[in-house]
């Protein structure tokens, strides 16, 4: 399968931990990465591969996979964190191809 | 600091063809551990990538199955770009267009997205 499947709406009240999650075979073999996106601005890149974080995104932002299942995970979410998140990884057809999962909006209460 | 700064048409009739450009700076299409990805974004689609080119020894591409047989992305070495041509749009190919430069982790076990050009809006519309 070349799906990679998120929850649609994830709510958090400020200050606490929310899990973000991401599935798919593809998951299996390869890492995801995973891009914040706020209205009318392109996406950035928060977490790629086991855990690495890019230069500039806070250490609250932590990423993790466990079978099928890749993860971010915010700590002490704040209010900028509001956004939405997307998965990517590559397609499990054997071919190099990349792939999207469908998205997940964050909203900090 | 690796900056992609894209260019194009915001408006294409229904058949014709999508041409967009992402110029490159602070990095070089010939990158061996680079790909030069375009990825599209619209309300009913979320986040679709294309299609990529990249070199190793030789320019290679490879494509989205969605999209398959009316995209192509040329690498322009000479001006340090790439470009995507979309051929037979329809409304559906109505989308923010983004391109993205993807890097190979250093210890050599996946690549991400790591730079991304600023979007341009295509209307496909007569």
């Known amino acids: 399968s070349s799906e990679l499947t998120q929850d649609p709406a994830v709510s958090v009240a400020l200050g606490q931990t929310v899990r973000i999650t991401c599935q798919g075979d593809?998951?299996?073999?390869?890492?995801a990465s995973w891009y914040q996106q706020k209205p009318g601005q392109a996406p950035i890149l928060v977490i790629h591969?086991?855990?690495n974080r890019p230069s500039g995104i806070p250490d609250r932002f932590s990423g993790s996979s466990s079978g099928n299942t890749a993860s971010l995970t915010i700590s002490g979410v704040q209010a900028e964190d509001e956004a939405d998140y997307y998965c990517?990884?590559?397609?499990?057809?054997?071919?190099?191809?990349?792939?999207f999962g469908g998205g997940t909006k964050l909203t900090v209460l | 600091q690796v900056q992609l700064q894209q260019s194009g048409p915001g408006l294409v009739k229904p058949s014709q063809t999508l041409s967009l450009t992402c110029a490159i700076s602070?990095?070089?299409?010939?990158?061996?551990?680079?790909?030069w990805n375009w990825i599209r974004q619209s309300p009913s689609r979320g986040l679709e990538w294309l299609g990529r080119?990249?070199?190793?020894?030789?320019?290679?591409?490879d494509y989205a199955v969605s999209v398959r047989g009316r995209i192509t992305i040329n690498p322009d070495t000479s001006k340090n770009q790439f470009s995507l041509h979309l051929n037979s749009v329809t409304p559906e190919d109505t989308a923010v267009y983004y391109c993205a430069r993807d890097l190979l982790d250093s210890s050599g076990s996946h690549y991400y997205m790591d730079v991304w050009g600023e979007g341009t809006t295509v209307t496909v519309s007569s």
């Open positions: 990517n990884s590559r397609d499990n057809s054997g071919h190099p191809l990349r792939v």
């Open positions: 080119t990249y070199y190793r020894s030789r320019s290679y591409d």
């Open positions: 591969g086991k855990n």
């Open positions: 602070g990095d070089t299409i010939s990158n061996f551990n680079a790909g």
């Open positions: 593809s998951l299996r073999r390869y890492y």
